[in-house]
């Protein structure tokens, strides 16, 4: 369908709030850089206030020093207004064609799963990645999502490093945690204990 500027392969994706105080916001992220975050997400970017393609830009260029690829959640407009990569849609948009057309250029597309007709979807429309929420499915139904699905596959809903061990059965590529980071967290270290337990997982497969 595309080709992306960036190759999304897997790994570790970490959110945003982008309606959070832009220092606090900045160094939050700048933290998750260094530590080794795959994919940085942005939620609530319709929340910011001044200039949000100012703000979203300055968040696209720190990603930029490490080569990694900024998205947001779901507000796919912005694309033609601030410098993403690329969106991330909960759930199919039923007007995704049409989006797709007012969308200047290539841009990463990610879709969220959660049945087989989604993941068939994803498939057949050659998203650049799916994600499938642990919490939404039993472990029967996510493997059998596994199975089937073609693109790259993240696990959202992830609480801790620790949970991943449970997935060990999973055929999967990264993580999507379910975080909503505050400023007195170790946004450094949060993401490095991730990244150091994606590889003992990929490590025994």
Known sequence: MK??????????????????EKNSLLQSIKSALI????????????????????LINEVNSEAGKFDVPLIV??????????HVDGVFFTKIP???????KELSGDFI????????????WS???ESDFCIININELSESEIKKLSEINTRTLFLAGIEN???LQKFEDISFDGIFPDHSFSPDQNILQ???????ALSMVFSHE
């Open 123 to 125: 498939n057949e429309y």
């Open 190 to 196: 949060i993401t490095e204990s991730y990244k150091t």
């Open 35 to 54: 530590g080794g975050v795959d994919v940085v997400g942005l939620y609530n970017t319709q929340k910011i206030t001044d200039s949000p393609h100012k």
């Open 94 to 100: 039923e007007n995704i064609d049409e989006i797709a």
């Open 109 to 120: 597309l990610g879709i969220q799963c959660s049945s087989e007709d989604d993941v068939t």
């Open 161 to 163: 490093a620790e949970d």
């Open 73 to 82: 959640i779901d507000h796919w407009s912005i694309l033609n207004e601030a």
């Open 3 to 20: 080709e992306s500027y960036f190759d999304i392969t897997g790994g570790l994706i970490l959110s945003f709030d982008a309606s959070t």
